[in-house]
């Protein structure tokens, strides 16, 4: 059969080269986004785009975007004339450090990021596929809240995603990063997750603004005074990491999705470094003093403990009495809970047992070990902590205990007072493992206040009172307050050399790797609130 030679087709529209090189041009539009003046005024403010934060969150290259093409639909106010790509929000999945994140990030520049219903069908997309392949959400949120063009639309919108935020709770890590502005309803979500980072100067939440808040209050103060980072870093509690700028701040995003799971049903990546599993740590005789009324800084202790000293604290901040950190022993992610004698002498009140029982319930939810320091002298005494509710808050973090089945080991450094003592992972409430250092006392309350109470009479009678109250003292501690009378009880697993603090726990974390508990058949419990 005779060979024809055809003339190559021609490049045009009707031409599958054509729709390639039409395809080409939308995407370019799609990726450029809005003219360079809207950029320019994105990057005056200090902040990134959509896409450039997406790069600096996922490993280079990764990156899939979904819905690239999606525009609203709406009409009205003049939105039939303006229909950009993306709708305002940027989403996919990539990676980081090699395993797979779910991503959506709001484009300011379009619509200054507002939620309208094309733009809140895409994040319930992607909000879905996470949650379908078990994978890490973060969303980079710098929004202006609802389009207030698209009415109840745009609410619902919301409500999809509060819904779905809720469905992930405690199945993937689930991460808010606060890059602008967030109002209104539109800050629900990211207190709905488990973590929520913001960048001073740049972001803010708040329900109701400045301006709303003068005229119902006659109250004047700024977006950040209201809701900025450092408020919410460390009076609200809303966040619980507050950075500088964008780029170290999604750095630590990076760092703390290495030290979680993908999901519920998976364990934290374990990373080995160069740190030996036996050994010890000598500096720990210096940094904590025999006598416990002396303060110390409890996160020189982790340090030691910890893998290469590294740790990342959560809700650094807010509540200082307590410590919050991820770190890894032998490779492997612990939450440590550990009192901070260095504010307020370590002692619980309402927003330690808020913040340590959230964190105890998220390294439940994750599969990570919890370790818990002690050294507490009890609850925070006061009115304004009995009517604030210190009763009905503390109960939290006894409720988070109690309810969680990961491995969970104590270590009382020195003094363990009173029902603080129990509500920090005793072993009557279930620790799996308790230790103490022979500078540690545990009783119902210190020797000085014991000793006032059960030899009132004696002291009073004494002809030299002070001297007596003094005899009493050292008597009640040499016989109930001794670093072995809780070992010998059987409360206390072991009294150890404090130099070995890290090969113990590491030891007996290997042992409790495959512990199993089965829980009682119900619903959902009903947590103290």
Same mark, same amino acid.
């Given at each position: 059969?005779?060979? %024809? &030679?055809?003339?190559?087709?021609?490049?045009?529209? @009707?031409?599958?080269?054509?729709?390639? +090189?039409?395809?080409?041009?939308?995407?370019?539009?799609?990726?450029?986004?809005?003219? !360079?003046?809207?950029?320019?005024? !994105?990057?005056?403010?200090?902040? /990134? %785009?959509?896409?450039?934060?997406?790069?600096?969150?996922? $490993?280079?290259?990764?990156?899939?975007?979904?819905?690239?093409?999606?525009?609203?639909?709406?009409?009205?106010?003049? /939105?039939?004339?303006?229909?950009?790509?993306?709708?305002?929000?940027?989403?996919?999945?990539?990676?980081? =450090?090699?395993?797979?994140?779910?991503?959506?990030?709001?484009?300011?520049?379009?619509?200054?990021?507002?939620?309208?219903?094309?733009?809140?069908?895409?994040?319930?997309?992607? *909000?879905? *596929?996470?949650? @379908? %392949?078990?994978?890490?959400?973060?969303?980079?949120?710098?929004?202006?809240?609802?389009?207030?063009? =698209?009415?109840?639309? +745009? /609410?619902?919108?919301?409500?999809?995603?509060?819904?779905?935020?809720?469905?992930?709770?405690?199945?993937?890590? !689930?991460?808010?990063? *606060?890059?602008?502005?967030?109002?209104?309803?539109? @800050?629900?979500?990211?207190?709905?997750?488990?973590?929520?980072?913001?960048?001073?100067?740049?972001?803010? *939440?708040?329900?109701?603004?400045?301006?709303?808040?003068?005229?119902?209050?006659?109250?004047?103060?700024?977006? &950040?005074?209201?809701?900025?980072?450092?408020?919410?870093? #460390?009076?609200?509690?809303?966040?619980?990491? @507050?950075?500088? $700028?964008?780029? %170290?701040?999604?750095?630590?995003?990076?760092?703390?999705?290495?030290?979680?799971?993908?999901? &519920?049903?998976? #364990?934290?990546?374990?990373?080995?470094?160069?740190?030996?599993?036996?050994?010890?740590?000598?500096?720990?005789?210096? /940094?904590?003093?025999?006598?416990?009324?002396?303060?110390?800084?409890?996160?020189?202790?982790?340090?030691?403990?910890a893998d290469d000293g590294e740790y990342l604290q959560v809700h650094e901040g807010w509540a200082p009495n307590i410590i919050c950190a991820l770190a890894r022993l032998d490779g492997q992610v612990v939450g440590v809970v550990a009192n901070q004698p260095r504010v307020l002498a370590g002692v619980l009140d309402i927003h330690a047992s808020e913040k340590a029982a959230r964190f105890v319930q998220m390294c439940d939810a994750f599969s990570i070990p919890i370790v818990t320091f002690l050294d507490v002298p009890g609850f925070l005494p006061g009115v304004d902590q009995e009517h604030g509710g210190i009763i009905r808050h503390g109960a939290k973090l006894l409720y988070a205990y109690c309810s969680a089945t990961v491995p969970r080991i104590s270590l009382i450094l020195r003094k363990a007072y009173g029902g603080a003592y129990i509500v920090m992972d005793s072993q009557s409430i279930g620790a799996d493992l308790t230790y103490a250092w022979p500078t540690n006392e545990i009783a119902v309350m210190g020797a000085e206040g014991a000793a006032n109470v059960i030899f009132r009479r004696q002291i009073a009678e004494a002809e030299d009172p002070e001297s007596m109250r003094q005899k009493m003292v050292k008597e009640y501690r040499a016989e109930l307050m001794h670093p072995y009378y809780a070992a010998e009880r059987g409360l206390v697993d072991d009294v150890i050399d404090p130099t070995r603090t890290r090969e113990v726990l590491i030891r007996s974390l290997a042992m409790l790797r495959r512990k199993h508990a089965d829980l009682p058949s119900r619903k959902h419990g009903n947590p103290p609130q």
């Open positions: 059969m005779a060979m %024809t &030679n055809r003339a190559p087709a021609q490049a045009g529209p @009707a031409s599958l080269r054509g729709r390639v +090189a039409e395809l080409d041009s939308i995407r370019e539009q799609a990726l450029a986004g809005p003219d !360079q003046k809207a950029t320019a005024a !994105q990057h005056a403010k200090g902040k /990134l %785009t959509a896409r450039e934060r997406i790069a600096l969150l996922l $490993d280079a290259g990764s990156f899939q975007e979904v819905e690239q093409l999606r525009r609203h639909r709406a009409s009205g106010f003049g /939105l039939e004339m303006r229909k950009p790509y993306t709708d305002g929000v940027v989403t996919g999945w990539g990676t980081v =450090e090699g395993r797979t994140v779910f991503v959506y990030a709001h484009d300011f520049r379009i619509f200054g990021g507002a939620l309208g219903e094309a733009h809140a069908t895409k994040i319930h997309k992607i *909000m879905d *596929m996470a949650l @379908a %392949t078990g994978a890490p959400l973060v969303s980079l949120n710098d929004g202006a809240g609802a389009r207030i063009q =698209e009415g109840v639309s +745009a /609410l619902a919108g919301y409500g999809g995603i509060f819904q779905r935020n809720t469905r992930a709770s405690g199945v993937i890590p !689930q991460i808010s990063v *606060m890059l602008g502005p967030c109002a209104g309803g539109a @800050a629900y979500s990211p207190a709905l997750t488990d973590f929520v980072f913001m960048v001073r100067g740049t972001s803010q *939440m708040f329900i109701t603004g400045p301006d709303v808040v003068k005229a119902v209050t006659g109250e004047e103060i700024s977006q &950040n005074g209201l809701g900025g980072a450092d408020v919410h870093a #460390e009076t609200s509690g809303v966040a619980h990491f @507050a950075y500088d $700028d964008e780029q %170290t701040c999604l750095a630590e995003v990076r760092y703390l999705l290495s030290l979680l799971p993908q999901n &519920n049903r998976e #364990e934290p990546p374990r990373v080995r470094g160069g740190d030996h599993l036996n050994r010890r740590s000598p500096a720990l005789l210096d /940094l904590v003093p025999a006598d416990g009324s002396r303060p110390y800084d409890m996160t020189k202790v982790i340090g030691e403990v």
